[in-house]
């Protein structure tokens, strides 16, 4: 039963994720292919990118193959983990910078954000080296009663409740004020994603309990939270190549 | 705000109404569960007494008076006065009436072209409140209505006074509690004792002085709604163009 929620999610989440990047990186209207990732909007090519590669490391066949060649056990874990928290720092940092947040700019851009994923990516290392997982097992489902898995996937879950609190409050507001219905809907998807993932991260101790049957219960919560910030991703987008805010929103006079 | 559940019921009864929820629904082109969802949950819109009163004749105007928000709502002359009317004239036609007035080919007409543009438009409801203004009308009618202040600005923008609120205005500035009925849709000019020219008659009495001050200051709404119009396109673009 956990075997089939996992392979149907994460081939859900592979087909959502790999699809909207590989549209976004390959679609008519701006042919611009991989030098789209220098330009802003690239980073959420990017973000695709890690965020897809993050799941792809977690399908079993694959994940042996690459950890068959690792210098640690199971390192794969760790470095599919650190590219998920990278996506995820790429956002906030897209985010921040395009809802001019102060608070989010200071906390996500620059040295702090840097730090913050550092402290994360080696705590999450450390961990990994602290545990004891002599087999192969993606996300480490195998070894979830040891204290060191433990910590390893809390760390992931508090690193991206941090970046999404840091984004909450912007992400709220707009979902507020923005003028324009589908961005508006798209402001609160996102906010909805982020809602998902700070409650998990949050009730942690609660999840534990229920470990290890449940862990994949628990992860669609994350999945679908990164479903919800696609799909809201996905209608700034649209709004933004259909020209939807000039169509809904006429800057002429009003005509009674 | 609405009327409430029992007193619609009472004034059903009173007025020898059916007080089947599917028969009054049917009698005002309703879906048939809407008046009966109405009287359960114990708020009836206004929309609904005055549909009721209408589709059995009654004036609506003395249907509204049975309940207790509105029953001093007959106790002044039903007419408009001419702030009033003229408040509820367009843009258009006032500036139509200038060109009248200032312009040797229109003025040899002597008229603007009828019928006028219908209300309610753009501000008029922001327009009716300012023509009944004597001091700080807004504040006072945010306070009795135990709303807050800044609820009712964005009401106004949006041109969404409630009939209370209407009314309370009306009580507190000692102009026809009916007019304010008219205002926001609720009764017909007919019903609420408006002249079939009210508001041309209004408009061609008018002295200059007020009629450019009028204009002037639905301009300056005007422009103040294009602003909006333009930051809130500049707003979606921009962050559209940012996240997208």
Not at chain 1, 30 to 49: D, F
Not at chain 2, 20 to 35: D, K, N, P, Q
Not at chain 2, 127 to 135: H, R
Request: hydrophobic share 45%; charged share 20%.
């Amino acid at each position: 039963m956990t075997d089939s929620i996992h392979v149907i999610s994460i081939s859900f989440m592979l087909i959502v994720l790999g699809g909207a990047t590989f549209h976004r990186l390959t679609r008519k209207t701006t042919p611009e292919g991989a030098r789209l990732l220098l330009r802003p909007s690239g980073r959420l090519a990017l973000m695709g990118i890690f965020l897809t590669v993050a799941n792809v490391m977690t399908v079993q066949p694959i994940y042996e193959f690459i950890d068959s060649h690792m210098f640690v056990s199971n390192g794969t874990s760790a470095i599919a983990q650190i590219l998920a928290m990278t996506a995820v720092s790429l956002l906030g940092m897209h985010l921040a910078i395009s809802y001019k947040s102060d608070f989010a700019l200071r906390w996500m851009v620059g040295l702090r954000g840097a730090l913050a994923l550092l402290v994360a990516s080696l705590g999450a290392f450390s961990a990994l080296i602290a545990s004891d997982t002599p087999e192969h097992s993606p996300r480490l489902v195998g070894y979830l009663d040891q204290p060191a898995v433990q910590v390893m996937h809390w760390i992931a879950l508090t690193y991206i409740a941090y970046v999404m609190s840091i984004l909450f409050r912007p992400v709220f507001q707009d979902s507020h004020v923005n003028p324009l219905r589908l961005t508006r809907v798209g402001s609160r998807l996102i906010l909805l994603g982020f809602v998902l993932s700070i409650g998990r991260a949050l009730a942690f101790p609660w999840e534990l309990e229920a470990w290890p049957h449940a862990f994949y219960g628990f992860e669609v919560i994350s999945q679908a939270s990164a479903v919800c910030v696609v799909i809201g991703l996905w209608m700034f987008a649209y709004t933004r190549t259909h020209g939807v805010a000039r169509q809904k929103l006429p800057d002429k006079l009003p005509i009674d | 705000m609405a009327v409430s559940g029992s007193d619609f019921k009472q004034w059903l009864e009173a007025s020898g109404l059916s007080t089947s929820g599917s028969e009054l629904s049917r009698m005002i082109g309703v879906h048939r569960l809407t008046v009966g969802n109405q009287m359960r949950r114990g708020n009836v819109p206004e929309t609904t007494v005055v549909g009721i009163a209408r589709a059995y004749g009654i004036d609506p105007v003395t249907a509204m008076t049975y309940f207790p928000e509105y029953h001093d709502l007959d106790s002044r002359p039903r007419p408009p006065s001419s702030a009033e009317a003229v408040s509820q004239v367009h843009v258009a036609d006032l500036m139509a009436e200038i060109q009248v007035r200032t312009a040797k080919t229109y003025a040899r007409e002597g008229h603007i072209r009828e019928p006028l543009t219908g209300f309610p438009h753009t501000g008029s409801h922001r327009a009716w409140i300012d023509s009944i203004d004597k001091g700080d009308i807004r504040h006072d009618v945010a306070e009795q209505t135990g709303i807050a202040i800044t609820y009712l600005y964005a009401q106004l923008t949006e041109n969404k006074l409630t009939p209370v609120q209407a009314v309370t205005a009306a009580r507190l500035s000692g102009t026809s509690l009916v007019s304010g009925l008219v205002i926001v849709g609720l009764l017909s000019e007919d019903e609420g004792g408006w002249a079939n020219n009210a508001r041309l008659e209004a408009l061609k009495t008018m002295d200059n002085d007020p009629l450019m001050e009028l204009v002037q200051q639905r301009i300056t709404l005007l422009r103040r709604r294009l602003k909006q119009r333009k930051e809130a396109l500049e707003y979606a673009e921009k962050l559209a163009e940012a996240i997208g």
